[in-house]
């Protein structure tokens, strides 16, 4: 057998709950209103634990751009330093930045997007 107490509220709220219990009691619409509240709320969480495709392809693209950003940096700044790289250090940023600009274009739509894992 459960335990009764008695909750005090405002009367404009039991008018409300009155209004629009049906055919529950006042503490079987509470206790709905509870449930259901916290049954979309755990339903809400549960959800935004994943990311969408959409999401992962969005920030897939942010990365991308932010290694081309720090790869432009880098070499630009290494030239106005008058540092002299060695030229096969420099193909190969001058080939990692055309990588990354070719990832970053959009892919045509209907296409199933890839992921490149290095």
Known sequence: MSENRMLIVPTELVNKIDENRGDMSQAEFIEFLIDSQL??????????????????????????????????????????LGKQSPKSEFEELTSRLHELENDLAPESEGKEAKIKWK
């Open 39 to 80: 049954k979309q709320r755990a339903k809400e969480h549960d959800e935004k634990q994943y990311a969408t495709k959409d999401e992962i392809l969005s920030f897939e693209q942010d990365i991308k751009k932010l290694l081309r950003t720090f790869l432009d940096f880098f070499v630009s700044y290494g030239l106005e």
